[in-house]
């Protein structure tokens, strides 16, 4: 329900519809049609620091993939400004390599942000998430 919530805050602020809304290391994102992005975040990122300053919480707004081509930016955008060296999928799951450094950021404390990407992975792409 919280979700929904935000959902339909995004929309009257924003003045975008988006189905898509998930958690990911203390941050609320939001995914729109890649057209939409800049109409999203407002001038100057004026929509971005209202929905900011009304939630209280670190909201991002990405782009949603269209098909298995754009996962990797997708990737890239939802957990920057951690990086990682490569990104492969295949039918089954989805292998994101980084060095050390990164790979503990993408772990977290307790494996809580390893848990939030492979939600993440498995419900926009079908597909288990691995970190090596």
Sequence with gaps: M???RYLNLFAKTTGVSTRFCFRYNDFI?????KELVSKAIGES?????RLNEILGRKIKVV???HGFQDAREFMEDVISPVGFKDFEMNPREI???A???NKAALIGRNKRRLYE???IAK????????VV
């Design 29 to 33: 994102i939001f995914s729109v049609p």
């Design 2 to 4: 919280q979700d929904m």
């Design 95 to 97: 292998i994101i390599t």
């Design 123 to 130: 419900d926009f792409f079908g597909r288990e998430l691995r």
């Design 99 to 101: 060095g050390s450094q």
């Design 117 to 119: 990407l492979q939600k």
């Design 45 to 49: 990122g004026k929509n971005v620091k």
């Design 63 to 65: 782009f949603a993939p």
